[in-house]
């Protein structure tokens, strides 16, 4: 991502905060793994979204009405010695040079320089309730100054929701953004080849998750979420992250795994059967849930409502499994009482950005949102047929998900993830190509 980005970004947000403002965002903490190890850090998105700054210990401050400078980074000093243990720091004077900060101080001097610049301003907006220990840092400073209102000292008069701008902003996707989408997305694509290739009877779940992983990391990309591999039974558990299982000659395995690029998601599932071909019940599943999928992309267009593709995908699945006898009655009967929630039971999607649940509201008031150019989520309809005594044997623990990322744009919708192998045929091709 060009600076530039991320200097339109808050630019746009600055206007929105107005001359009298301050927009205050810290970094994400460092968290702990086990003992003294840490997790691979990862910057907050919405921080790294305004500054492409990547490390912790670091708090963003813009102040539209500040002549010496609006845009202030707080950071951690260089240091020879903790450098040589944990690599380079940028410090103040990188955040200047290199990052396009206006400003920026020791992160070990912030008490004694933000109250001073929050003071004057009328309206601080700031995202409360993700990070508790900065929520309380935040209360201090403002109490430091409420503590001098009688020597004339001024305390801002508003606290405004910061993320409903931010996320806001979040959910139209760049055109940068979206070519970080699209090499995510095709990643990922590619890590799925991988895997439908390799994909064997007598293989473990592991082993699979493994092919992601190194195809991933080839790539300079990362895991955007842990990957679902599931075989049998395990297709039907959502979020099934043990992966520690047999493949077995005969069963489905579903794979939802997904990559992040330049801080950017994609999110795809592909179902299949282990050994290459699928079983006439096996298929008939999948023919369902792929109808609703492309049902439902089919709806992935400019102003139709948000819900509009999870209903094309609901009405597809209920016809379809009352086909099969594993409903009975009125198609519209079965909608109004959620009968298919028996064996659809999430929604069709959910907005795809830096994070893999993206930020941005899915209504407006009570009303569900419109789709616009710029907008991209997920479409990912799946039908899990459990163990149960009622429903024939035949179809029981067939799980079967299918999951695109798509670009709302003003010409319909654009699969970033397209390309991959989704119709029975296709699959049974890539498999035996091995
Ligand atoms: N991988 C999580 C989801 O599909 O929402
Ligand atoms: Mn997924
Ligand atoms: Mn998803």
Redesign the pocket.
Known sequence: MKPEEFEKRRQQLMRMVGQDGIAILPSAPVRMRSRDVEYRYRQDSDFYYLSGFAEPDAVLVLVPGRTNGEYLLFCRERDREKELWDGTRAGPEGAVEIHGADDAFPIDDIDDILPGIIESCTRVYYTMGMYSDFDTRIAEWINSLRLRESKGVHTPQEFVALDHLLHDMRLYKSRAEVKAMRKAAKVAVQAHERAMKTVRPGMMEFEVEAEFRYEFRRNNAWVS?SP?VGSGGNTCTLHYVDNNHELKDGDLLLI???CEVDYYAS???RTMPVNGRFSPEQKAIYEIVLEAQLAAIDRTRRDVAWNEPHDAAVEVITKGLKQLGLLEGSTAKLIEDEAYRRFFMHRTGHWLGMD?HDVGDYKVGDQWRLLEPGMVT?V?PGVYIPNESDIPAKFRNIGV?I?DDVLVTADGPDVLSKGLAKLPAEIEALMGAA
Do not use: F, K, P, S
């Open positions: 979420y679902i939802d795994a997904g999110d795809i599932t893999v997920t990912e998900r999951e």
